[in-house]
């Protein structure tokens, strides 16, 4: 029996670029693809964000990625003022935060009880006559000039409670719990801290075969590979993948044999650590040369569809495109192509499975 997949569909409101983003169909690999400035890493930030349930820290990450903010210090009103300031830019229209900022939505289309609903205002922190801590919405008037208000952030999945969280990452009344569901490789990869966690992960476990295979897409004479730590930073706990190759009596940094392999470990790695979840790859095809792309969408697709993950990838690459088409081709009803593009100031998205996939890219008609 087919396992159901995360996301069968899409929409993302008031996030970002996306006034109302609508895609009806999304499948299990998803490439996808727009001119610079269309939102393609927003696309894949807002499902960041769906996995995790709103939480703060995976929006303070999203921010400090694109340098729009720094971990805030301890809450005093200055520094709520400046959150906001930073906050907004995930926000569509990036207005300034007045009494509450209009909301941020994501889910699947038609699904009240999966949509994921985040909004960010000013709120008072009061004591009750049982001494119980609550907050309400602060009131800009002249009468409360010398209440010290500070930003949260109220998330609510469907029907379920509201969680509000304070945005110096104290959250109150609930701890921020576990709750992320996917793994996003960004454009220049992992750090060698979360290389080191996922290898360990799948370390003496039937895993590791499918990252040797990946890596044997580029170098056929790939044998082993392990992490040891990193001779040359020796006061660290920095680790570095290395390779067994061919007839080589000593293995070498996986690096020396081309950024490629590095990404290519780096990608598989977060695959085989993703069952059950969602993978996001920024720009998927960075470093890896156009005549292994179509094994590696293979190798992708194969694996996908075994362990049960959903992939979400971006790519500027035609190349990528052409690739992802042929190993589409081969998993029928596997494959969606998200074009997005920009019609008079609206980001839209066209949906491309992988028939009209195969139409487009046969008689040259740009789907970039």
């Given amino acids: 029996m087919e396992t159901p997949l995360a996301m069968d569909s899409l929409r993302i409101r008031g996030f970002r670029a996306f006034d109302d983003l609508r895609v009806p169909r999304l499948g299990r690999v998803n490439l996808i693809v727009g001119k610079n400035n269309v939102g393609k890493s927003s696309f894949l930030e807002a499902l960041w964000l769906y996995a995790s349930q709103g939480m703060p820290s995976i929006m303070w990450q999203i921010l400090e990625a694109r340098d729009e903010g720094r971990a805030p210090r301890p809450s005093l009103v200055r520094d709520s003022q400046d959150q906001a300031s930073v906050v907004k830019s995930l926000f569509y229209g990036r207005k300034d935060i007045d009494r509450q900022l209009g909301s941020i939505q ?135 993948p290395i390779a067994k190759i061919g007839s080589i009596p000593e293995p070498i940094p996986l690096r020396s044999l081309g950024e490629g392999m590095n990404r290519l470990f780096g990608t598989t790695l977060a695959l085989v650590n993703s069952k059950n979840r969602m993978l996001l790859l920024d720009e998927v095809e960075s470093g890896l040369h156009y005549s292994v792309q179509p094994d590696v969408w293979r190798l992708i697709f194969k694996t996908a569809h075994r362990l049960n993950v959903q992939v979400f990838a971006t790519t500027h690459s035609m190349d990528c495109i052409e690739a992802f088409q042929h190993a589409a081709e081969e998993n029928e009803e596997e494959g969606v192509l998200i074009r997005l593009e920009n019609e008079s100031g609206l980001i839209v998205a066209t949906e491309f499975d992988e028939r009209r996939l195969g139409i487009a890219t046969r008689e040259e008609i740009e789907v970039r």
């Fill in 106 to 240: 994501i889910g699947p289309l038609d699904s009240a009880d999966r949509l994921l609903t985040m909004s960010v205002g000013w709120y008072l922190v009061h004591t009750d006559e049982e001494g119980a801590r609550q907050l309400r919405l602060f009131q800009f008037d002249d009468d409360n000039t010398s209440d010290h208000p500070v930003l949260c952030l109220s998330v609510r999945l469907g029907t379920q409670p509201e969680i509000i969280y304070r945005l110096d990452r104290r959250p109150f009344g609930s701890q921020e719990s576990e709750r992320e569901r996917c793994l996003f490789v960004v454009a220049n990869g992992m750090t060698p801290d979360e290389v080191g966690q996922l290898w360990d992960s799948i370390s003496l476990t039937d895993l590791e075969q499918d990252v040797l295979e990946s890596l044997r897409i580029i170098a056929p004479e790939v044998e082993r590979l392990n992490l040891i730590n990193n001779p040359y930073s020796p006061r660290t706990r920095e680790r570095i």
